[in-house]
């Protein structure tokens, strides 16, 4: 499964999680993506964690 997978089909947890490690990994800031998908900064940075570590499927 690949990130824009889950933007596109995924339920809404599944697309914030995708828009945050693309917004990672286009250089977003996790201060800016907290605020954007109104999640805590702690939680961007446990997603993003799962992203390097497990890939989408994380």
């Given at each position: 499964?690949?990130?824009?997978?889950?933007?596109n089909?995924?339920?809404?947890?599944?697309?914030?999680?995708?828009?945050?490690?693309?917004?990672?990994?286009?250089?977003?800031?996790?201060?800016?993506?907290?605020?954007?998908?109104?999640?805590?900064?702690?939680?961007?940075?446990?997603?993003?964690?799962?992203?390097?570590?497990?890939?989408?499927?994380g």
């Amino acid at each position: 499964m690949k990130l824009d997978d889950l933007i596109n089909e995924g339920n809404p947890h599944d697309i914030k999680r995708a828009m945050s490690t693309k917004m990672f990994l286009s250089g977003s800031n996790r201060e800016i993506m907290s605020h954007v998908l109104n999640v805590g900064v702690d939680v961007v940075t446990k997603w993003n964690r799962a992203y390097r570590e497990q890939g989408a499927e994380g």
